[in-house]
């Protein structure tokens, strides 16, 4: 069976901008090319709030989120993102792989990860990232 991806855009996001070899290249013409440096990348999974519980959104006037609200104002902010599994772990499966649920086969909370699947981090250690997961 054929994987059908969600965008290709989870991928290149995090991985445009940089050089895998970590040397200097040589480019058509013959001449040296200065090595690129890397760019941070910093992928925040949130779970159970609502799309507006950010102090930046300024819908709950109460609500504090300092920290939040600057990394939407120095970083990006995407106001019209959607996932395609309402569940939480088919949803994360989808974010961390690029595949929709009925291709990597997590399609409840309690379905084990197939053996095989590779999720986005691993294609951005290949390329020379460190990557860390906090709980």
């Avoid at 855009?9 to 995090?14: D, E, F, S, W, Y």
């Avoid at 970590?22 to 090319?33: D, F, H, L, P």
């Avoid at 939040?68 to 993102?81: C, F, L, P, V």
């Avoid at 291709?103 to 909370?109: E, G, K, L, M, Y």
């Amino acid at each position: 069976m054929k994987a059908q991806y969600v965008h290709p855009l989870l991928l290149t996001v995090g991985l445009s901008g940089f050089s895998t070899t970590g040397k200097a290249e040589v480019n058509a013409k013959n001449e040296t090319t200065a090595q690129k440096k890397p760019v941070n990348v910093v992928f925040i999974l949130s779970d159970d709030h609502r799309y507006d519980y950010m102090g930046f959104m300024n819908t709950v006037p109460w609500l504090e989120t300092p920290h939040m609200d600057r990394m939407a104002r120095e970083g990006a902010h995407i106001k019209n993102a959607f996932v395609t599994t309402s569940l939480s772990s088919p949803s994360r499966a989808s974010i961390l792989t690029g595949m929709y649920s009925h291709a990597h086969t997590v399609v409840d909370n309690t379905a084990p990860l197939p053996d095989g699947l590779t999720f986005f981090p691993e294609y951005m250690q290949k390329a020379g990232y460190r990557t860390a997961f906090f709980w």
